[in-house]
């Protein structure tokens, strides 16, 4: 923010209203805050104090009127000057006891936020304490009427505890020209603060009781306090352009002073926090948000129920920080997908780790735990998720492997290569050399194996298919095998026959040419014998008794051998 903007305003009615554009800007700031708001009278210098904390002679308006500049709660946020990892979050507020405002409602209301919101209230007064410079601090008298620390909270304990709760008091006195001094004797401004708050009045007037009420009071809600004593800046002539003269024309004692409380401001003011909920600029607006509705209500603003409400938003913010860290630690391993089970286990485990530690330094007042344990399960279904992320990985890149392993074998087996005798064996022989060959793929991941029984159960039907052909081939392959060595037997039956005949036809023909050489030799002789016989005859009978006999031998013989002929052809 270069400048201060307006934050809470008030309406007609004096409901306060949030800036949306302001709290808008705010919500931007994510480191811690420190609060430093400041009240008192209006006209008595309290922007210059804001101002001076920035660093800068402008930018809370200063007034030189009788009239009060600043209205409603002005904010200015700027990174702190002191400490880089925090932001200082400056709130000017409205002057109180403004005769413009017509009622004191809006002065308490404008300090009980001012004490709500800040972790450092400054408070502005130009008057001596003893007397009535804490006068506009009577606010405090009713302060238990205007804000309460439990939701349930009996009217006996209400304000009991404030001090646990309640921002750090600077008081800062202006125009200071008296010594500091207590019964004749020296003193400082802060133990000059501590006296005049141990003052009490004797009297039981209502006037007694009121101021012994307020400081009583003051010592026990503002435990954390310091006093400064500013001497008039500048001759008067100049204290209406306070911010337009050089330095060596200011008070040198105001100067120190000045510097003094820049310096305590802002080294010793903490970080707002309620109950351990350190306010970053989103809470802050949350927290005013909060305060605002309350007071737009006509209720009392309760800093457990503000808490509750910020601390749970802080923790779903956590909640939601962790969670996203470990999605971006888990989504930088996306491309090694897939990895073992192992391996993804290991990379679950540092994102979470990493993401519970960011968890533990962001949440706030978790002491059941409910929030740690909601994101732990969280990160169990995001592991889940990235569990089947990491399965259907594994599970496309195997079966785009498994496609492009058998694209070849696709195709032939399309068109009809193994659909013949001999194929189912050859079919399953390339796919056993596909099965190795994916099996020894590497960074296919665990779903390798399930991805491959489904690819070779698909194959299944194409296997049966092939290996039904395979069989009727076989089949056909066998009966005509058979029928063919049918034929060959019968062939070579048929030429053992033909030669058996053709070597039987030879026997008959020589046995043919041997009896017709016997009988023609037999005849032959027979002829000789009838001659020799014939000659023999004339000279007794018993000659042609042999002759006879002789004839009937060689007709026997000649009958014999033709029938040993045909009985030979007959047994071919």
């Known amino acids: 923010m270069d400048s201060p903007l307006m934050l809470i305003s008030s309406d007609t009615n004096g409901k306060f ?24 009278r209006y006209r008595t210098g309290k922007s210059y104090l804001m101002n001076l904390l920035a660093g800068h002679k402008t930018g809370f308006a200063l007034g030189h009127t009788v009239q009060s500049h600043t209205k409603g709660i002005w904010a200015w946020a700027f990174p702190h000057p002191s400490d880089q990892r925090k932001y200082l979050l400056l709130l000017d507020t409205e002057g109180l006891g403004d005769v413009e405002k017509g009622s004191s409602t809006n002065d308490m209301s404008l300090f009980v936020m001012a004490l709500l919101l800040s972790s450092q209230l400054v408070f502005n007064t130009t008057s001596v304490l003893s007397k009535d410079g804490l006068d506009q601090l009577q606010l405090v008298i009713n302060l238990a009427d205007h804000m309460k620390t439990k939701t349930t909270q009996s009217d006996d304990e209400r304000g009991s505890d404030f001090y646990e709760y309640l921002p750090g008091l600077v008081v800062c006195i202006r125009d200071f020209t008296l010594q500091l001094e207590i019964n004749g004797k020296p003193c400082t401004a802060d133990g000059y603060l501590n006296h005049c708050l141990g003052l009490r009045k004797k009297g039981n ?12 009071l003051l010592e026990q809600y503002f435990p954390n306090r310091r006093c400064l004593a500013f001497p008039p800046p500048a001759s008067p002539e100049h204290m209406q352009h306070l911010e337009n003269i050089s330095e060596d024309q200011i008070n040198q004692q105001f100067l120190k002073t000045a510097d003094d409380f820049k310096k305590f401001v802002l080294l010793k003011t903490p970080v707002k926090n309620i109950q351990g909920t350190v306010m970053n600029g989103k809470r802050f607006v949350a927290l005013a948000s909060q305060y605002v509705e309350a007071q ?19 923790n779903k913010e956590a909640l939601e920080e962790s969670t996203e860290l470990y999605k971006q630690c888990m989504e930088a391993i996306k491309t090694s997908l897939p990895l073992s089970t ?13 993401a519970v530690i960011l968890f533990k330094e962001n949440s706030v007042l978790d002491r059941e735990h409910k929030y740690e344990e909601e994101l732990n399960k969280t990160l169990m279904k995001e592991y889940e998720t990235w569990l089947q992320l990491n399965d259907q990985t594994s599970t496309n890149l195997s079966e785009k492997r498994l496609t492009e392993l058998y694209q070849t074998l696709k195709e032939r087996q399309e068109g009809g290569e193994f659909e013949c005798g001999g194929g189912y064996k050859r079919y399953k022989e390339e796919l056993d050399a596909i099965t190795e060959a994916f099996r020894s793929t590497q960074g296919l991941g665990q779903q390798a194996s399930p991805a491959l029984m489904n690819f070779l ?3 299944n039907k194409d296997s049966n298919y092939i290996m ?12 005509q095998q058979e029928q ?26 020589v046995l043919e040419e041997q009896n017709n050489m016997v009988k023609e030799e037999l005849n032959k002789k027979i002829k000789e014998i009838e001659e020799i016989t014939q000659k023999q005859v004339n000279k007794d009978d018993a000659g042609s008794m042999v002759l006879k006999t002789i004839k009937t031998i060689v007709k026997e013989c ?15």
């Open 17 to 40: 209203v949030l800036n949306e554009d302001t709290a808008g800007i705010l919500r931007g700031i994510t480191k811690p805050v420190v609060v430093v708001a400041i009240v008192g």
């Open 205 to 216: 007037t209502r006037e007694c009781r009121s101021f012994n009420e307020q400081r009583e």
């Open 296 to 314: 737009r209500k006509g209720a009392i603003p309760c800093i457990e129920d503000a808490t509750t409400s910020i601390t749970s938003a802080a």
């Open 342 to 354: 192992h391996d993804l286990g290991a990379e679950h485990g540092r994102a979470a780790e990493r």
């Open 457 to 459: 159960m698909e194959r």
């Open 468 to 479: 039904s052909i395979d069989k009727m081939m076989d089949k056909q392959e066998k009966l």
């Open 484 to 509: 063919e060595a049918r034929d060959r037997l019968l062939e070579q039956q048929k030429r053992v026959k033909e030669e058996q005949d053709k070597h039987h036809a030879e026997i008959i023909r």
């Open 558 to 572: 000649a009958r014999v051998i033709p029938t040993i002929a045909l009985v030979f052809r007959r047994r071919m």
